[in-house]
């Protein structure tokens, strides 16, 4: 067997993993969690009132970071940005949003766990190091 022809099967097996990985995404596309992540998600942006909310909570969440780099953040800070947190979490379209994201990756940690089941590797332990005794 020539060099050519290895290479050439491990890029058609390759091609096939990817065409399956392809297939799963299409799949959980069309998966209830995935589509109410969808719909949640474009109600938020419509939402005028929760966009305004990101931006102030964003704008604050960034001067808080800065502040924090510089050692000029307070507990006062911390807690402004906890409170605009909680304040944007509260309405009820980024309620809804946030239940959705959560679902979708329970849903997705469910299809890891099928995927890394076979090979026989945990992928998070392993993070730290290449190998366990």
């Not at 329970?106 to 940690?109: N, T």
């Given at each position: 067997m020539s060099i050519e022809t290895e290479a050439?099967?491990?890029?058609?097996?390759?091609?096939?993993?990817?065409?399956?990985?392809?297939?799963l995404g299409e799949a959980i596309a069309q998966t209830p969690e995935y589509q109410r992540?969808?719909?949640?998600?474009?109600?938020?942006?419509?939402?005028?009132?929760?966009?305004?909310?990101?931006?102030?909570?964003?704008?604050?969440?960034?001067?808080?970071?800065?502040?924090?780099?510089?050692?000029?953040a307070t507990k006062e800070d911390v807690q402004k940005v906890?409170?605009?947190?909680?304040?944007l979490h509260s309405m009820p379209v980024m309620e809804e949003y946030l239940q959705a994201q959560e679902a979708l990756e329970?849903?997705?940690?469910t299809v890891?766990?099928?995927?890394?089941?076979?090979?026989?590797?945990?992928?998070?332990d392993q993070a730290s190091g290449c190998c366990e005794d």
């Open positions: 050439d099967g491990e890029a058609t097996e390759l091609t096939h993993v990817e065409e399956l990985a392809g297939q992540f969808e719909e949640t998600k474009e109600a938020v942006e419509q939402n005028d009132e929760a966009q305004e909310k990101v931006q102030e909570f964003e704008q604050m969440r960034q001067e808080f970071m800065l502040a924090r780099q510089t050692g000029e906890r409170e605009a947190q909680q304040e329970e849903k997705m940690e890891n766990k099928a995927i890394s089941e076979p090979l026989a590797v945990d992928f998070g």
